[in-house]
Nanobody
Framework: QVQLVESGGGLVQAGGSLRLSCAAS????????MGWFRQAPGKEREFVAA????????SYADSVKGRFTISRDNAKNMVYLQMNSLKPEDTAVYFC?????????????????WGQGTQVTVSS
């Protein structure tokens, strides 16, 4: 069974940076797509970024393009989300998710496995 554990969240001032990490275990992830989603208070969960584990292809939400970078470390089974130029509207709980089909997707329902989330708070 896939297990995903996020870390790296915290409180940061606007314009600052954070790097989120997701430790993945329980499967061979070479054919997986890994995604980051976020959910702000009172809002639905939304797509942030995704990476195809084997080839490294990526996809980003327009709201984070140019500021966030998703990457993976195959040897460590880790997925990262480097977040720069953070804005107060980036405040949310950030979730790591795994999809066993090797096609990038922005659809929450296409990801079967989820972590517990890590809180990111950006102060103005």
């Amino acid at each position: 069974q896939v297990q995903l554990v996020e870390s790296g969240g915290g409180l940061v001032q606007a314009g600052g940076s954070l790097r989120l990490s997701c430790a993945a275990s329980g499967r061979t992830f070479s054919s997986y797509v890994m995604g980051w989603f976020r959910q702000a208070p009172g809002k639905e969960r939304e797509f942030v970024a995704a990476v195809r584990w084997s080839a490294g292809y990526t996809s980003y939400a327009d709201s984070v393009k140019g500021r966030f970078t998703i990457s993976r470390d195959n040897a460590k089974n880790m997925v990262y989300l480097q977040m720069n130029s953070l804005k107060p509207e980036d405040t949310a709980v950030y979730f790591c998710a795994a999809r066993s089909v090797p096609i990038l997707s922005r659809e929450e329902r296409s990801y079967a496995d989820w972590g517990q989330g890590t809180q990111v708070t950006v102060s103005s």
